[in-house]
């Protein structure tokens, strides 16, 4: 197969979340994992042709953050910078006929559906602006009105073959002809990304099943305008963990949001690239062998659904693999007296982001409330009296309760949970034989004591 080029086409008028990050990294793994022959191209194309709504920020901030995960692009450009093209390919297909204008108001279109559908016929726009003159279109224009223009459908019915759903076809008689520029004469999505697609040797157009409908059209446009239709491949659109519609938490779940929150790349990365395949949801060290793994036979046909507890189990995994060194930044922010590694190897099990440690750092260096319950009161003074002598050690916790045990007769949970609640605050948490000697003798001694 020839290597293939795809784009990821983000709108530089919000920020990235799991759901379009998803589409970039399909289009990234495909073109990046090629078992045979040279490697594709995966280029970044900018739709910033709502130039109202379209900023530099946002445009910066999403490729900040395809950086941060790794999908770097082979190329990219602007479609801003390129409305001459665009204007050229409206006149060629205004010159063949395909492009024509039309005066209706959004409310007379609304009402022509209306009556349509109360007919029971499908609510296809009727062409009915064929029919104007030149004498006719110079009156409506008199009266203020500018012209959209549509693309002329054949009536032909448009197949190709799907690499996710497999055999499509659409028959063009049965959809309205697509509006391709607006009354103000911006353009609308179709038009530019066929054009683009054309000029930048597209191969595959890999996006969300959301757009199925749309294809026909566009592949009629492709021809018109002496192109060859890419390859596509339409993939379920995410869902909420109850299958319910995802598009309202996107904002959330948006790249700095979860970077702020400690979520690490890889896991973001794992998670999407299994959601609604035959593989297992698990971790990955890295693109390359995600991209290795990477078949469009393997995403099935029913949503994809995203739990963020499988993101954070995800993460946990990520993180408990974590050396110091990786952490030193994120803990000298969070928690300055932490900053050691000592300490980073004593929590990081039971951290899911590094920002859990901050709890944890309470325990070891700041101040916590103690929790000793009245049937443990005897109990914890015998354990002050008996607490070791001199700087705690890593055998200083086994020491300590081996004597408590032969003391007191206390054992198992008995022995260690009224310890832990008094020490940590907590009923769970790092093993005590590792925060132990991080709390010291000093601090140990004065929550035994409830001061």
């Not at 990821?8 to 998803?22: C, E, I, M, Q, Y």
């Not at 062409?127 to 009156?139: G, I, Q, V, Y």
């Not at 794992?270 to 390359?288: H, M, P, Q, Y």
């Not at 705690?392 to 408590?404: C, D, G, I, M, N």
Request: charge should be negative; aromatic fraction near 8%; hydrophobic fraction near 40%.
């Amino acid at each position: 197969m020839t290597a293939p080029v795809v784009r990821f086409a983000p709108s530089p008028t919000g920020k990235l979340h799991v759901g379009n990050v998803r589409t970039a990294l399909i289009n990234w793994l495909f073109a990046k994992g090629q078992k045979d022959g040279e490697q594709g191209k995966f280029i970044l194309r900018i739709d910033d042709t709502d130039t109202e709504r379209s900023t530099q920020a946002y445009e910066d901030g999403l490729k900040a953050d395809l950086t941060w995960l790794g999908l770097v692009w082979d190329d990219t450009f602007n479609q801003s910078k390129r409305f001459d093209q665009y204007d050229a390919a409206a006149d060629k297909l205004r010159g063949m006929g395909l492009l024509y204008a039309c005066y209706e108001t959004a409310d007379e279109l609304d009402r022509k559906r209306k009556i349509a559908l109360s007919r029971g016929r499908p609510p296809v726009y009727d062409r009915s602006a064929l029919n104007l003159t030149d004498e006719d279109k110079a009156k409506l224009e008199a009266e203020g009105r500018k012209p959209h223009w549509r693309f002329k459908l054949s009536g032909d019915r448009v197949e190709w073959n799907d690499l996710v759903r497999g055999p499509q076809s659409i028959d063009t008689s049965s959809v309205s002809d697509p509006v391709l520029i607006r009354e103000d004469g911006s353009y609308l999505y179709t038009l530019p990304s066929v054009v683009d697609d054309i000029d930048a040797k597209i191969t595959h157009v890999v996006r969300g099943e959301d757009h199925v409908t749309n294809s026909g059209a566009q592949i009629e446009i492709f021809r018109a305008l002496g192109g060859t239709a890419p390859d596509m491949a339409h993939t379920p659109l995410l869902v909420d963990a109850e299958g319910g519609a995802f598009s309202k938490r996107l904002g959330s779940l948006s790249m700095d949001t979860l970077e702020t929150r400690g979520i690490l790349p890889m896991a973001i990365l794992s998670l999407l690239a299994k959601l609604g395949t035959s593989d297992n949801i698990e971790v990955r060290s890295d693109l390359a062998t995600l991209a290795a793994e990477f078949d469009f036979s393997k995403i099935g046909r029913a949503p994809a659904k995203f739990d963020e507890k499988d993101l954070l189990a995800l993460n946990a995994v990520l993180v408990h693999d974590l050396p110091f060194e990786a952490v030193r930044e994120d803990l000298e922010r969070i928690a300055p007296d932490a900053a050691n590694e000592a300490f980073w190897l004593a929590v990081r099990e039971n951290c899911e982001t590094v920002h859990d440690a901050k709890p944890f750092a309470d325990i070891a260096y700041g101040t916590i409330s103690s929790v000793i319950d009245d049937e443990d009161a005897d109990f914890i003074a015998e354990a002050r009296n008996r607490l070791p002598e001199g700087e705690l050690t890593s055998e200083s916790w086994k020491a300590w309760t081996t004597e408590l045990k032969e003391a007191t007769g206390r054992k198992g949970k008995g022995l260690f949970m009224p310890l832990r609640k008094a020490l940590t605050g907590q009923e769970h948490g790092p093993d005590m034989s590792v925060i132990f000697p991080l709390i010291g003798r000093e601090a140990a001694e004065r929550r035994l004591s409830r001061v």
